[in-house]
């Protein structure tokens, strides 16, 4: 990467994890490719980015068995809803990949095949304690004192089955010299660990499961599917066509950048690299170990509920509060804590009053001194004037920092330095006061003192762009700039003097709004979400109904179709019943049911309402009925 000569630039995010839905942890990586992703691209270079779905998990199959959909159904859905909140979230992806598309299981074939001819994937019967949160084999070790999974806090599962093993062991020679490029894992404590780990003795790894059937089965044994971190580390070169021998491959491979969590750093680290030296192909250039986003010191994981929603966030603080926030607040290796209130404070501080008020304030200026129009500034003055000229190198000293900056990830004191340079212009105003010089009619200097903070603004824009996509463009059309900030020529654009004289400032718009405003609304969305109105609860219709028939539904371990008669209508309803009731049992049953459901679908049945039951977290469950006979129809209030 480099200011000065283009290069293809090929970023990616880990593929996720479908039965999850995206939280904060999430966005912080895949904001931070997007990050590099428009820095790269605004810089001139050829950028690739990719970001995607993992859905060959068993994780997949439990969870939509949970809801009663088919595998397929469920990964469809959650699949685009992923696809649709990185969009909403405004990640400017080029690609978004699926691990159960067909251009996925063929570069996963081809790659498996190609580790096989060369000798390295062979069978053998193992014995391991499997945990399906973690989707790996666990030692030991690594469990809890009570044998659970530290992470997920559950009992891993025994597994003997015979397997296909990679043999990972024979790649320790070439992983070590691998590391010896200072630049291929990053930051340096996770390198040294990983170092570490594969000085102790690399392994064989079993890259086949036997009992399992949801995911792509290995070309050399179709009796068994590919262990599902051995088919999603392949993703990285589908998305660039491995499966045709597409040109892409050969534009960005091996030019990668995979920005990981710690987590699964040693997957990328280590098995990846070795898999693709077993087929023939070089190691990714770079991969990064970003920290974790904590909650009271825990993993924000859906196992442990105490997500944070990006949309939600984004909602109440816009997109890009979010984005500078979680940029700013942790240096990218490191972990930290997730606080509102901490949210809140850079919001108030770093965004509204430093950055929002310096644009209001130079507009104000314009258009009180100006006429709204930017000024002629006298070329000589600023060359000769230090307190001028120092906004102007510090402005271009910024450009080859920040350049390194983000070659070292280092997101954090890049932007403390762009703010240090921002808050010394807001400090510029108030040692050289345009006011004064607007008294003592020293229009020059008033006009070039005007046209150097305009031009600092919009240099910031530029800087700014890759963490604040919105922001950046809303200041350069305050600045009465119409230019598609992304589509800017950077390395012109940051020039001194490249702001033109003469044109009208844009129509003023708040940048970052009042906070008050913000905490008023997710307050009142902490109430919505917490409390119903009376008028809210009198929308469900509720009636009792009679079931007339029932019957299981084909396909589905679950489900219960019920014919009921709701008094003035006969209806097909679906319930998850069949696990706790046979159909003979339900026959005649008085139920309570909602009636002004919105129909949904479950295998093909549509069910029209919904039963109540109760149950707990032992398993048990219990239907509502009338405690006294009723006639169907009756309603519920
Ligand atoms: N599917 C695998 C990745 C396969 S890549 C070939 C996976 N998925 S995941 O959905 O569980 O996690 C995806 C990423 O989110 C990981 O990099 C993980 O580190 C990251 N994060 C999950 N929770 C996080 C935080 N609380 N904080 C920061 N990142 C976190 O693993």
């Known amino acids: 990467m480099s200011l000065n000569n283009k290069e293809n630039y090929y970023i990616t995010t880990p593929i996720y994890y479908i039965n999850d839905k995206p939280h904060i942890g999430h966005f912080y990586c895949t904001a931070a490719a997007d990050i590099l992703a428009r820095y790269h691209r605004i810089i001139g270079d050829d950028v690739y980015f990719v970001t995607g779905t993992d859905e060959n998990s068993q994780k997949t199959v439990e969870a939509a068995e949970k809801i009663d959909k088919s595998v397929k159904e469920f990964t469809d859905e959650m699949a685009a809803n992923w696809e649709n909140t990185w969009k909403k979230l405004n990640i400017s992806f080029d690609k978004f990949i699926r691990t159960t598309s067909q251009e996925h299981k063929d570069s996963v074939k081809k790659l498996l095949q190609k580790c096989y001819d060369n000798g390295d994937i062979y069978k053998k019967e193992y014995e391991g304690l499997y945990c399906v949160g973690c989707e790996k084999f666990l030692t030991q070790s690594e469990l809890t004192e009570d044998g659970k999974c530290p992470v997920h806090k559950t009992k891993p599962q025994k597994v003997k089955e015979e397997n296909y093993f990679f043999r990972l062991s024979k790649y320790e020679k070439q992983l070590l010299e691998l590391f010896e490029n200072k630049d291929f894992a990053l930051p340096e404590e996770r390198k040294n660990e990983m170092l570490g780990f594969i000085k102790q003795g690399l392994k064989d790894i079993s890259i086949s499961r036997a009992t399992v059937k949801w995911g792509i089965p290995l070309p050399i044994d179709e009796t068994q599917v590919v262990y599902v971190w051995f088919d999603a580390l392949i993703n990285y070169i589908t998305a660039l066509g491995y499966y045709n021998d597409s040109e892409m491959m050969e534009k960005f491979w091996p030019n990668a950048i995979h920005l990981v969590g710690k987590d699964i750093f040693r997957f990328h680290t280590i098995m990846w690299p070795a898999m693709l030296l077993s087929a023939g192909l070089t190691p990714p250039k770079q991969v990064f170990g970003h920290g974790f986003f904590t909650i009271n010191g825990e993993k ?59 644009l209001n304030r130079a507009l104000n200026m314009v258009d009180k001194y100006n006429n709204s129009i930017i000024p002629e500034p006298i070329h000589e003055l600023h060359n000769h004037k230090e307190e001028y000229k120092k906004l102007e190198r510090d402005a271009i000293d910024l450009l080859t920092k920040i350049d390194n900056r983000y070659k070292n990830f280092e997101f954090s004191q890049l932007l403390i330095e762009l703010w240090d340079y921002i808050k010394s212009i807001n400090k510029f105003i108030e040692d050289i006061k345009p006011w004064e010089l607007n008294k003592k009619k020293l229009e020059d200097e008033l006009n070039t003192v005007l046209f150097d903070i305009l031009q600092a603004l919009k240099i910031i824009a530029l800087y700014i762009y890759p963490f604040m996509p919105q922001i950046s463009q809303k200041i350069y059309n305050q600045l009465g700039l119409d230019a598609d900030i992304e589509k800017e020529n950077y390395k012109e654009a940051v020039k001194w003097f490249s702001l033109e004289p003469g044109k009208k400032v844009g129509k003023k718009d708040i940048l970052f709004p009042q906070l008050e405003e913000v905490k008023d609304t997710m307050e009142e969305t902490k109430k919505d979400e917490n409390i119903v109105t009376i008028d809210e609860f009198k929308k469900f219709d509720l009636r009792v109904a009679e079931v007339l028939e029932a019957e299981r539904i084909e396909k589905s371990e679950k489900l219960l179709k019920l014919k009921i008669n709701i008094g003035d209508e006969e209806r097909t309803l679906v319930a998850g019943l069949a696990k706790y009731y046979k159909p003979e049992e339900m026959i005649g049953k008085k139920i309570i049911v909602i009636k002004n459901l919105k129909p949904a679908k479950l295998f093909g049945v549509e069910s029209k309402g919904m039963l109540l039951a109760a149950s707990n977290e032992n398993g048990e469950l219990a239907l509502l009925t009338p405690e006294k006979d009723i006639s169907p129809g009756a309603k519920i209030s």
């Open 300 to 358: 924000i994981s859906k196992s442990l509920k105490n997500v944070i929603n990006p949309i939600e966030l984004s909602n109440r603080y816009g997109i890009d509060a979010i984005r500078y926030f979680i940029m700013r607040e942790i240096p990218f290796g490191k972990d930290s804590d997730f606080s509102v209130k901490r949210l809140e404070e850079r919001y108030k501080g770093d965004l509204a009053d430093v950055l929002g008020n310096l």
